[in-house]
Protein backbone atom coordinates (compact mmCIF):
# COMPACT_ATOMS: atom_id res chain seq x y z
CA UNK A 1 0.00 0.00 0.00
CA UNK A 2 0.97 3.52 -0.94
CA UNK A 3 1.26 5.15 2.86
CA UNK A 4 0.54 8.33 1.47
CA UNK A 5 0.11 10.61 -1.66
CA UNK A 6 3.60 12.01 -1.07
CA UNK A 7 5.14 8.92 -0.06
CA UNK A 8 5.52 5.86 -2.56
CA UNK A 9 5.28 2.57 -1.39
CA UNK A 10 8.43 0.50 -2.25
CA UNK A 11 5.28 -2.07 -3.88
CA UNK A 12 6.88 0.36 -6.75
CA UNK A 13 9.91 -0.69 -8.45
CA UNK A 14 11.07 2.60 -10.18
CA UNK A 15 11.00 4.70 -6.54
CA UNK A 16 11.31 4.48 -2.52
CA UNK A 17 9.57 6.21 0.23
CA UNK A 18 10.43 9.34 0.83
CA UNK A 19 12.87 10.59 3.55
CA UNK A 20 9.73 11.54 5.68
CA UNK A 21 8.28 8.24 5.69
CA UNK A 22 11.37 6.79 7.11
CA UNK A 23 11.78 8.88 9.18
CA UNK A 24 8.34 8.65 10.85
CA UNK A 25 8.72 5.00 10.63
CA UNK A 26 12.12 5.05 12.33
CA UNK A 27 10.58 7.08 15.20
CA UNK A 28 7.74 4.21 15.88
CA UNK A 29 9.91 1.49 15.93
CA UNK A 30 12.44 3.37 18.21
CA UNK A 31 9.61 5.46 20.11
CA UNK A 32 6.63 3.64 20.17
CA UNK A 33 7.71 -0.16 20.30
CA UNK A 34 7.80 -2.07 23.29
CA UNK A 35 11.14 -2.78 25.13
CA UNK A 36 13.11 -6.06 24.40
CA UNK A 37 11.51 -8.42 26.89
CA UNK A 38 14.66 -9.41 29.33
CA UNK A 39 16.21 -12.32 29.30
CA UNK A 40 14.86 -14.54 31.66
CA UNK A 41 11.30 -14.18 29.98
CA UNK A 42 10.19 -17.17 28.21
CA UNK A 43 11.90 -18.17 25.97
CA UNK A 44 9.65 -20.95 24.14
CA UNK A 45 7.28 -17.71 23.63
CA UNK A 46 6.94 -17.83 19.31
CA UNK A 47 6.98 -14.29 18.99
CA UNK A 48 6.40 -11.04 20.55
CA UNK A 49 2.98 -9.30 20.87
CA UNK A 50 2.11 -7.01 18.01
CA UNK A 51 2.42 -3.31 19.34
CA UNK A 52 -0.65 -2.69 17.03
CA UNK A 53 -2.75 -5.01 19.38
CA UNK A 54 -2.52 -2.53 22.16
CA UNK A 55 -5.83 -0.25 22.77
CA UNK A 56 -3.65 2.57 24.44
CA UNK A 57 -2.20 3.00 20.43
CA UNK A 58 -6.07 4.10 19.38
CA UNK A 59 -5.06 7.85 20.88
CA UNK A 60 -2.48 8.21 18.20
CA UNK A 61 -4.95 7.98 15.55
CA UNK A 62 -8.04 9.82 16.61
CA UNK A 63 -8.59 13.10 14.63
CA UNK A 64 -5.50 12.08 12.50
CA UNK A 65 -6.61 9.28 10.14
CA UNK A 66 -10.00 9.01 8.88
CA UNK A 67 -12.35 7.48 6.34
CA UNK A 68 -14.23 8.28 3.22
CA UNK A 69 -16.93 5.71 1.73
CA UNK A 70 -16.09 3.84 -0.97
CA UNK A 71 -18.65 5.10 -3.13
CA UNK A 72 -17.30 8.94 -2.93
CA UNK A 73 -14.17 7.29 -4.54
CA UNK A 74 -15.59 6.08 -7.56
CA UNK A 75 -17.61 9.16 -8.16
CA UNK A 76 -15.83 11.53 -11.51
CA UNK A 77 -14.74 8.41 -12.99
CA UNK A 78 -12.54 7.33 -10.18
CA UNK A 79 -10.51 10.43 -10.42
CA UNK A 80 -8.93 9.96 -6.64
CA UNK A 81 -7.41 6.54 -8.39
CA UNK A 82 -6.62 7.90 -11.37
CA UNK A 83 -4.38 10.73 -10.22
CA UNK A 84 -1.38 9.85 -8.13
CA UNK A 85 -0.81 12.23 -4.94
CA UNK A 86 2.19 13.83 -6.59
CA UNK A 87 -0.14 15.25 -9.05
CA UNK A 88 -2.17 16.95 -6.98
CA UNK A 89 -2.03 20.70 -6.20
CA UNK A 90 -2.32 22.12 -2.18
CA UNK A 91 -6.06 23.27 -3.15
CA UNK A 92 -7.34 19.36 -4.29
CA UNK A 93 -5.30 17.88 -1.39
CA UNK A 94 -7.37 20.12 0.82
CA UNK A 95 -10.71 19.55 -0.64
CA UNK A 96 -10.03 15.92 -0.42
CA UNK A 97 -9.09 16.02 3.12
CA UNK A 98 -12.34 17.91 4.16
CA UNK A 99 -14.22 14.69 2.37
CA UNK A 100 -13.24 12.32 4.97
CA UNK A 101 -14.34 12.21 8.64
CA UNK A 102 -13.63 10.32 11.75
CA UNK A 103 -14.72 6.54 11.94
CA UNK A 104 -14.62 4.12 14.51
CA UNK A 105 -13.44 1.43 12.47
CA UNK A 106 -13.01 0.78 8.40
CA UNK A 107 -14.94 -1.12 6.33
CA UNK A 108 -12.45 -1.85 4.37
CA UNK A 109 -8.59 -1.09 4.29
CA UNK A 110 -7.18 -0.90 0.42
CA UNK A 111 -3.90 -2.12 -0.49
CA UNK A 112 -2.68 -0.86 -3.37
CA UNK A 113 0.71 0.27 -6.12
CA UNK A 114 0.54 3.72 -7.63
CA UNK A 115 2.58 1.95 -9.98
CA UNK A 116 -0.58 0.23 -11.26
CA UNK A 117 -2.81 2.03 -13.59
CA UNK A 118 -5.33 3.86 -11.60
CA UNK A 119 -8.38 3.50 -14.45
CA UNK A 120 -7.47 -0.42 -14.14
CA UNK A 121 -8.43 -0.22 -10.37
CA UNK A 122 -10.71 1.68 -11.08
CA UNK A 123 -12.69 -0.51 -13.19
CA UNK A 124 -11.93 -3.26 -10.80
CA UNK A 125 -13.87 -1.46 -7.44
CA UNK A 126 -16.69 -0.09 -10.02
CA UNK A 127 -18.02 -3.73 -10.98
CA UNK A 128 -16.86 -5.13 -7.93
CA UNK A 129 -19.16 -2.80 -5.98
CA UNK A 130 -21.35 -1.25 -8.24
CA UNK A 131 -22.22 -5.11 -10.08
CA UNK A 132 -25.63 -5.31 -7.53
CA UNK A 133 -27.25 -1.79 -9.94
CA UNK A 134 -25.99 -3.03 -13.63
CA UNK A 135 -28.24 -6.36 -12.82
CA UNK A 136 -31.23 -4.26 -11.23
CA UNK A 137 -30.74 -1.87 -14.65
CA UNK A 138 -30.43 -5.08 -16.83
CA UNK A 139 -34.03 -5.74 -15.42
CA UNK A 140 -35.28 -3.07 -16.08
CA UNK A 141 -34.20 -2.69 -19.54
CA UNK A 142 -35.32 -5.85 -20.09
CA UNK A 143 -38.99 -5.07 -19.18
CA UNK A 144 -39.02 -1.96 -21.13
CA UNK A 145 -37.83 -3.87 -24.23
CA UNK A 146 -40.53 -6.22 -24.08
CA UNK A 147 -43.04 -3.18 -22.80
CA UNK A 148 -42.23 -1.57 -26.46
CA UNK A 149 -42.55 -5.26 -28.19
CA UNK A 150 -46.06 -5.42 -27.33
CA UNK A 151 -47.21 -2.21 -27.91
CA UNK A 152 -45.31 -2.59 -31.79
CA UNK A 153 -42.92 0.42 -30.99
CA UNK A 154 -39.96 -1.86 -31.97
CA UNK A 155 -39.45 -4.03 -35.20
CA UNK A 156 -39.42 -7.33 -35.40
CA UNK A 157 -37.28 -8.55 -38.39
CA UNK A 158 -36.06 -11.73 -37.77
CA UNK A 159 -37.97 -15.53 -37.68
CA UNK A 160 -38.75 -17.88 -34.78
CA UNK A 161 -39.69 -21.05 -36.13
CA UNK A 162 -41.52 -23.12 -33.16
CA UNK A 163 -41.49 -27.30 -33.02
CA UNK A 164 -43.34 -28.01 -29.79
CA UNK A 165 -45.02 -31.53 -29.08
CA UNK A 166 -48.18 -30.99 -31.18
CA UNK A 167 -47.65 -27.40 -31.66
CA UNK A 168 -45.84 -25.89 -34.49
CA UNK A 169 -45.45 -22.28 -36.18
CA UNK A 170 -43.54 -18.83 -36.91
CA UNK A 171 -43.15 -15.98 -35.16
CA UNK A 172 -41.58 -12.67 -35.56
CA UNK A 173 -38.63 -11.84 -33.43
CA UNK A 174 -36.67 -9.26 -32.38
CA UNK A 175 -32.87 -8.42 -30.91
CA UNK A 176 -33.30 -5.20 -28.97
CA UNK A 177 -33.46 -6.77 -25.45
CA UNK A 178 -30.44 -7.92 -25.87
CA UNK A 179 -29.23 -4.42 -26.86
CA UNK A 180 -31.03 -2.71 -24.33
CA UNK A 181 -29.71 -5.30 -21.63
CA UNK A 182 -26.18 -4.70 -22.76
CA UNK A 183 -26.49 -0.52 -22.60
CA UNK A 184 -27.97 -1.15 -19.42
CA UNK A 185 -25.37 -3.19 -17.61
CA UNK A 186 -23.06 -0.49 -18.61
CA UNK A 187 -25.00 2.31 -17.64
CA UNK A 188 -26.07 0.53 -14.38
CA UNK A 189 -21.76 0.19 -13.85
CA UNK A 190 -21.48 4.00 -14.39
CA UNK A 191 -24.02 5.31 -12.25
CA UNK A 192 -23.84 3.37 -9.29
CA UNK A 193 -21.39 5.16 -7.23
CA UNK A 194 -24.04 8.07 -7.29
CA UNK A 195 -27.46 5.55 -6.35
CA UNK A 196 -28.52 5.08 -2.77
CA UNK A 197 -26.04 2.26 -1.01
CA UNK A 198 -24.79 0.64 1.91
CA UNK A 199 -22.17 3.11 3.43
CA UNK A 200 -18.58 1.26 3.63
CA UNK A 201 -16.43 3.55 5.27
CA UNK A 202 -12.71 2.85 3.87
CA UNK A 203 -9.53 3.36 4.16
CA UNK A 204 -7.59 4.30 1.38
CA UNK A 205 -3.77 6.54 1.46
CA UNK A 206 -4.49 9.66 -0.49
CA UNK A 207 -7.70 10.47 1.83
CA UNK A 208 -6.69 9.21 5.14
CA UNK A 209 -3.75 10.17 5.84
CA UNK A 210 -3.40 14.18 5.93
CA UNK A 211 -1.76 15.30 2.96
CA UNK A 212 -0.63 18.58 3.26
CA UNK A 213 0.27 19.22 6.85
CA UNK A 214 3.71 17.46 7.27
CA UNK A 215 3.20 16.99 11.03
CA UNK A 216 0.16 15.18 10.49
CA UNK A 217 1.28 13.23 7.87
CA UNK A 218 4.36 11.87 9.97
CA UNK A 219 1.12 10.92 12.62
CA UNK A 220 -0.88 9.71 10.38
CA UNK A 221 1.66 7.16 9.19
CA UNK A 222 2.44 6.36 12.70
CA UNK A 223 -1.12 5.01 13.18
CA UNK A 224 -1.56 2.85 10.40
CA UNK A 225 -1.35 -0.81 12.51
CA UNK A 226 -4.53 1.15 14.86
CA UNK A 227 -5.86 1.30 11.01
CA UNK A 228 -5.18 -2.51 10.63
CA UNK A 229 -6.41 -3.45 13.69
CA UNK A 230 -9.92 -1.89 13.33
CA UNK A 231 -10.03 -2.92 9.87
CA UNK A 232 -12.87 -5.42 9.19
CA UNK A 233 -11.45 -6.37 5.39
CA UNK A 234 -7.89 -5.72 3.89
CA UNK A 235 -8.31 -5.82 0.06
CA UNK A 236 -5.09 -6.34 -1.68
CA UNK A 237 -5.94 -4.90 -5.64
CA UNK A 238 -3.05 -7.01 -6.92
CA UNK A 239 -1.20 -6.75 -9.84
CA UNK A 240 2.13 -8.44 -11.01
CA UNK A 241 4.90 -8.90 -8.50
CA UNK A 242 3.19 -7.68 -5.82
CA UNK A 243 4.79 -10.57 -3.97
CA UNK A 244 7.84 -9.29 -4.18
CA UNK A 245 8.16 -6.55 -2.80
CA UNK A 246 9.17 -6.60 0.95
CA UNK A 247 6.72 -3.69 2.37
CA UNK A 248 4.01 -5.51 0.53
CA UNK A 249 4.63 -8.98 2.48
CA UNK A 250 5.11 -7.56 5.54
CA UNK A 251 2.02 -4.77 5.45
CA UNK A 252 -0.03 -8.74 4.33
CA UNK A 253 1.32 -10.32 7.70
CA UNK A 254 1.12 -7.29 9.58
CA UNK A 255 -2.75 -7.20 8.95
CA UNK A 256 -2.60 -10.69 10.31
CA UNK A 257 -1.02 -10.22 12.83
CA UNK A 258 -3.00 -6.99 13.87
CA UNK A 259 -6.54 -8.57 13.38
CA UNK A 260 -6.26 -12.51 13.19
CA UNK A 261 -10.07 -11.94 12.72
CA UNK A 262 -9.75 -9.83 9.73
CA UNK A 263 -11.09 -11.14 6.58
CA UNK A 264 -8.23 -11.10 3.73
CA UNK A 265 -9.08 -10.75 0.31
CA UNK A 266 -7.62 -10.71 -3.00
CA UNK A 267 -9.41 -8.22 -6.05
CA UNK A 268 -7.47 -9.16 -8.66
CA UNK A 269 -7.47 -6.46 -11.12
CA UNK A 270 -7.04 -8.70 -14.00
CA UNK A 271 -10.88 -9.71 -12.77
CA UNK A 272 -12.28 -6.44 -14.80
CA UNK A 273 -10.71 -8.33 -17.86
CA UNK A 274 -12.44 -11.76 -17.02
CA UNK A 275 -15.54 -10.11 -16.88
CA UNK A 276 -15.51 -7.75 -20.00
CA UNK A 277 -14.11 -11.14 -21.91
CA UNK A 278 -16.88 -12.86 -20.73
CA UNK A 279 -19.82 -10.28 -21.99
CA UNK A 280 -17.67 -10.12 -25.18
CA UNK A 281 -17.71 -13.92 -25.37
CA UNK A 282 -21.84 -13.88 -24.24
CA UNK A 283 -22.69 -11.22 -27.05
CA UNK A 284 -20.79 -13.01 -29.56
CA UNK A 285 -22.12 -16.42 -28.62
CA UNK A 286 -25.26 -14.71 -29.01
CA UNK A 287 -24.54 -13.17 -32.17
CA UNK A 288 -23.79 -16.57 -33.54
CA UNK A 289 -27.40 -17.25 -33.13
CA UNK A 290 -28.52 -15.22 -35.42
CA UNK A 291 -25.75 -15.30 -38.47
CA UNK A 292 -26.54 -19.10 -38.42
CA UNK A 293 -29.62 -18.97 -40.18
CA UNK A 294 -33.20 -19.10 -39.06
CA UNK A 295 -33.98 -19.43 -34.89
CA UNK A 296 -35.47 -22.95 -34.43
CA UNK A 297 -36.96 -23.82 -30.96
CA UNK A 298 -37.36 -27.62 -32.29
CA UNK A 299 -37.87 -31.08 -30.59
CA UNK A 300 -37.73 -33.19 -33.67
CA UNK A 301 -34.36 -34.90 -33.81
CA UNK A 302 -34.12 -34.08 -37.90
CA UNK A 303 -34.99 -30.92 -37.39
CA UNK A 304 -32.21 -28.34 -38.06
CA UNK A 305 -29.15 -30.63 -37.34
CA UNK A 306 -26.53 -28.63 -39.21
CA UNK A 307 -27.45 -25.29 -37.88
CA UNK A 308 -26.99 -26.97 -34.40
CA UNK A 309 -23.82 -28.76 -35.63
CA UNK A 310 -22.57 -25.11 -36.68
CA UNK A 311 -23.63 -23.70 -33.36
CA UNK A 312 -22.17 -25.61 -31.33
CA UNK A 313 -18.73 -25.83 -33.22
CA UNK A 314 -18.39 -22.33 -33.21
CA UNK A 315 -19.32 -22.24 -29.84
CA UNK A 316 -16.79 -24.76 -29.23
CA UNK A 317 -13.92 -22.21 -30.91
CA UNK A 318 -15.02 -19.54 -28.76
CA UNK A 319 -14.74 -21.06 -25.26
CA UNK A 320 -11.74 -22.57 -26.18
CA UNK A 321 -10.09 -19.08 -26.52
CA UNK A 322 -11.76 -17.92 -23.48
CA UNK A 323 -10.67 -20.83 -21.48
CA UNK A 324 -6.74 -20.28 -22.81
CA UNK A 325 -7.33 -16.77 -21.94
CA UNK A 326 -8.38 -17.41 -18.23
CA UNK A 327 -6.27 -20.16 -17.61
CA UNK A 328 -2.90 -18.00 -18.90
CA UNK A 329 -3.61 -15.13 -16.10
CA UNK A 330 -4.77 -17.57 -13.75
CA UNK A 331 -1.66 -19.44 -14.01
CA UNK A 332 0.43 -15.94 -13.95
CA UNK A 333 -1.57 -15.02 -10.73
CA UNK A 334 -1.05 -18.64 -9.27
CA UNK A 335 2.41 -18.52 -9.82
CA UNK A 336 2.94 -14.94 -7.97
CA UNK A 337 1.47 -16.56 -4.95
CA UNK A 338 3.39 -19.86 -4.84
CA UNK A 339 6.83 -17.86 -5.19
CA UNK A 340 6.04 -17.23 -1.55
CA UNK A 341 6.76 -21.01 -1.10
CA UNK A 342 10.25 -20.23 -1.64
CA UNK A 343 10.38 -16.62 0.04
CA UNK A 344 13.74 -15.07 1.36
CA UNK A 345 13.92 -12.27 3.00
CA UNK A 346 17.55 -11.28 1.35
CA UNK A 347 15.57 -11.36 -2.21
CA UNK A 348 13.05 -9.39 -1.27
CA UNK A 349 13.13 -6.34 -3.62
CA UNK A 350 13.61 -3.03 -1.57
CA UNK A 351 14.26 0.76 -3.14
CA UNK A 352 16.08 1.84 -0.28
CA UNK A 353 18.46 -0.28 2.07
CA UNK A 354 17.57 1.49 5.02
CA UNK A 355 13.94 1.36 4.44
CA UNK A 356 15.12 -3.12 4.73
CA UNK A 357 16.73 -2.26 7.90
CA UNK A 358 13.70 -0.16 9.45
CA UNK A 359 11.50 -3.40 8.40
CA UNK A 360 13.67 -6.09 9.56
CA UNK A 361 13.61 -4.40 12.81
CA UNK A 362 10.09 -3.92 13.14
CA UNK A 363 9.92 -7.84 11.91
CA UNK A 364 11.94 -9.19 14.61
CA UNK A 365 9.79 -6.82 16.73
CA UNK A 366 6.75 -8.69 15.77
CA UNK A 367 7.42 -11.70 15.14
CA UNK A 368 10.34 -12.63 17.48
CA UNK A 369 12.70 -13.36 14.82
CA UNK A 370 13.46 -12.90 10.82
CA UNK A 371 13.27 -16.77 10.57
CA UNK A 372 9.72 -16.96 12.12
CA UNK A 373 8.95 -14.40 9.88
CA UNK A 374 9.95 -16.05 6.73
CA UNK A 375 8.34 -19.68 8.16
CA UNK A 376 4.94 -17.64 8.50
CA UNK A 377 5.12 -15.93 4.87
CA UNK A 378 5.71 -19.67 3.57
CA UNK A 379 2.56 -21.20 5.02
CA UNK A 380 -0.21 -19.52 6.54
CA UNK A 381 -0.04 -16.47 4.65
CA UNK A 382 1.02 -18.26 1.21
CA UNK A 383 -1.76 -20.89 1.78
CA UNK A 384 -4.59 -18.49 2.65
CA UNK A 385 -3.86 -16.28 -0.51
CA UNK A 386 -4.02 -19.28 -2.33
CA UNK A 387 -7.28 -20.06 -0.67
CA UNK A 388 -8.60 -16.67 -1.67
CA UNK A 389 -7.36 -16.32 -5.37
CA UNK A 390 -10.18 -18.95 -5.95
CA UNK A 391 -12.64 -16.72 -4.56
CA UNK A 392 -15.04 -16.34 -7.52
CA UNK A 393 -17.20 -13.30 -7.46
CA UNK A 394 -21.04 -13.58 -8.14
CA UNK A 395 -20.51 -10.99 -11.00
CA UNK A 396 -18.54 -13.56 -13.34
CA UNK A 397 -21.03 -16.48 -14.14
CA UNK A 398 -23.91 -13.52 -13.93
CA UNK A 399 -22.10 -11.62 -16.71
CA UNK A 400 -22.46 -14.39 -19.02
CA UNK A 401 -25.84 -15.89 -18.04
CA UNK A 402 -27.83 -12.37 -18.58
CA UNK A 403 -27.13 -11.59 -22.51
CA UNK A 404 -28.05 -15.48 -22.64
CA UNK A 405 -31.38 -15.42 -20.70
CA UNK A 406 -32.07 -12.03 -22.95
CA UNK A 407 -32.19 -14.02 -26.08
CA UNK A 408 -34.16 -16.97 -24.28
CA UNK A 409 -36.82 -13.90 -23.11
CA UNK A 410 -36.87 -12.48 -26.79
CA UNK A 411 -38.32 -16.24 -27.45
CA UNK A 412 -40.83 -16.02 -25.21
CA UNK A 413 -41.97 -12.31 -25.86
CA UNK A 414 -42.01 -13.48 -29.70
CA UNK A 415 -44.15 -16.16 -28.85
CA UNK A 416 -46.55 -14.47 -26.69
CA UNK A 417 -47.32 -11.52 -29.25
CA UNK A 418 -47.57 -13.90 -31.98
CA UNK A 419 -50.60 -15.48 -29.28
CA UNK A 420 -48.88 -19.03 -28.82
CA UNK A 421 -51.02 -21.11 -26.14
CA UNK A 422 -50.45 -20.69 -22.85
CA UNK A 423 -49.22 -24.06 -22.00
CA UNK A 424 -46.73 -23.07 -24.48
CA UNK A 425 -46.14 -19.79 -23.11
CA UNK A 426 -45.22 -21.37 -19.62
CA UNK A 427 -43.41 -24.59 -20.85
CA UNK A 428 -41.19 -22.47 -22.47
CA UNK A 429 -40.39 -19.26 -19.46
CA UNK A 430 -39.79 -22.52 -17.33
CA UNK A 431 -37.60 -23.90 -19.35
CA UNK A 432 -35.85 -20.77 -20.60
CA UNK A 433 -35.23 -19.66 -16.65
CA UNK A 434 -33.97 -23.52 -15.80
CA UNK A 435 -31.36 -22.91 -18.32
CA UNK A 436 -30.00 -19.45 -17.87
CA UNK A 437 -29.28 -20.84 -14.10
CA UNK A 438 -28.09 -23.78 -15.77
CA UNK A 439 -25.63 -21.40 -18.08
CA UNK A 440 -24.84 -19.65 -15.41
CA UNK A 441 -23.56 -22.63 -13.32
CA UNK A 442 -21.64 -23.57 -16.59
CA UNK A 443 -19.77 -20.10 -16.62
CA UNK A 444 -19.21 -20.67 -12.88
CA UNK A 445 -17.61 -24.07 -13.67
CA UNK A 446 -15.21 -22.17 -16.10
CA UNK A 447 -14.18 -19.84 -13.82
CA UNK A 448 -13.55 -22.35 -11.20
CA UNK A 449 -11.59 -25.17 -13.79
CA UNK A 450 -9.18 -22.29 -14.98
CA UNK A 451 -8.31 -21.55 -11.90
CA UNK A 452 -8.30 -25.20 -10.43
CA UNK A 453 -6.40 -26.72 -13.83
CA UNK A 454 -4.87 -23.47 -14.75
CA UNK A 455 -1.00 -24.95 -14.56
CA UNK A 456 -0.41 -27.14 -17.54
CA UNK A 457 0.08 -31.19 -16.54
CA UNK A 458 3.47 -31.01 -18.90
CA UNK A 459 5.13 -28.26 -20.21
CA UNK A 460 4.85 -26.68 -24.07
CA UNK A 461 2.54 -24.98 -25.57
CA UNK A 462 1.07 -28.41 -27.40
CA UNK A 463 -0.20 -29.90 -23.55
CA UNK A 464 -1.51 -26.08 -22.31
CA UNK A 465 -3.61 -25.84 -25.77
CA UNK A 466 -5.14 -29.60 -24.99
CA UNK A 467 -5.72 -28.76 -21.43
CA UNK A 468 -7.58 -25.88 -22.68
CA UNK A 469 -9.42 -27.77 -25.06
CA UNK A 470 -10.44 -30.45 -22.66
CA UNK A 471 -11.51 -28.27 -20.09
CA UNK A 472 -13.50 -26.40 -23.18
CA UNK A 473 -14.92 -30.03 -24.52
CA UNK A 474 -16.41 -30.45 -20.93
CA UNK A 475 -18.30 -27.15 -20.44
CA UNK A 476 -19.37 -27.16 -23.45
CA UNK A 477 -20.66 -30.82 -23.21
CA UNK A 478 -22.47 -29.68 -19.80
CA UNK A 479 -23.89 -26.80 -22.18
CA UNK A 480 -25.39 -29.01 -24.27
CA UNK A 481 -26.46 -31.06 -21.74
CA UNK A 482 -28.67 -28.19 -20.43
CA UNK A 483 -30.12 -27.61 -23.82
CA UNK A 484 -31.40 -31.12 -24.66
CA UNK A 485 -32.54 -31.84 -21.29
CA UNK A 486 -34.52 -28.03 -22.17
CA UNK A 487 -36.23 -29.57 -25.13
CA UNK A 488 -37.18 -32.88 -23.08
CA UNK A 489 -38.73 -30.93 -20.70
CA UNK A 490 -40.29 -28.73 -22.59
CA UNK A 491 -42.05 -31.88 -24.64
CA UNK A 492 -44.10 -32.60 -20.67
CA UNK A 493 -41.30 -35.67 -19.82
CA UNK A 494 -42.21 -35.29 -16.08
CA UNK A 495 -39.62 -37.67 -14.95
CA UNK A 496 -37.10 -35.50 -17.13
CA UNK A 497 -38.34 -32.12 -15.81
CA UNK A 498 -38.01 -33.72 -11.85
CA UNK A 499 -34.73 -35.28 -12.51
CA UNK A 500 -33.57 -31.72 -14.23
CA UNK A 501 -34.90 -29.54 -11.55
CA UNK A 502 -33.54 -31.78 -8.45
CA UNK A 503 -29.39 -31.60 -10.57
CA UNK A 504 -29.90 -27.95 -11.09
CA UNK A 505 -31.08 -27.53 -8.02
CA UNK A 506 -27.84 -29.63 -5.84
CA UNK A 507 -25.55 -27.49 -8.14
CA UNK A 508 -26.79 -24.51 -7.57
CA UNK A 509 -27.00 -24.69 -3.65
CA UNK A 510 -22.97 -25.98 -3.77
CA UNK A 511 -22.04 -22.90 -6.23
CA UNK A 512 -23.57 -20.53 -4.03
CA UNK A 513 -22.49 -21.76 -0.76
CA UNK A 514 -18.80 -21.61 -2.40
CA UNK A 515 -19.60 -18.23 -3.84
CA UNK A 516 -20.84 -16.99 -0.32
CA UNK A 517 -18.76 -18.64 1.43
Same mark, same amino acid.
Given at each position: ??????????????????????????????????????????????????????????????????????????????????????????? /?????????????? *??????????????????????? @?????????????????????? *???????????????????????????????????????????????????? *????????????????????? +??????? @??????????????????? *?????????????????????????????????????? +?????????? @????????????????????????????????????? @??????????????????????????????????????????????????????????????????????????? /?????????????????? #??????????????????????????????????????????????????? #???????????????????????? #???????????????
Amino acid at each position: MSCAMDFRSCCQKDMGPAVETVEALDTYIREELPAEPEESESPEMPRLASPWSFSHRCAVSEGIIRGIPLQATLRGRGYLWRKPPCDMSTA /EKIRLWNRTQDVKK *FDVFFSHSWATSGRLKYAALLID @SGFGYSFLFWIAAELLAASLYL *FDFLPMPHLLHVEIAQFSGDFPLGMWMMAFGALAQFIGLILSPYLPSKRRDC *FVDFASINQFEPELMHRGILG +LGDCLSL @STELCILWSPKVFTRLWCV *FELAAFRTANPSGRLRLLPLYMTVEIGITMISAVLGSL +LVWISGPVML @SLEPTSGQGGEAVKLAGFLVLMWCFVSVLRRISLQKR @SFIEQLDSFDLDNAESRMETDKELIYEAITRCYGSLEQFTEYVRNDLRKELLESSVWIPLSCPLSLAMPCAALRA /EYLVALWKGGAPVDILGA #VAASSVAFSVWLGLCTYSVFYLTEVFGKPVRAGLLWASLQSFLISCLVVTL #VAAGSVLEHTARSGYQVAVVAWLC #VLSIWLVLSLTRLWR
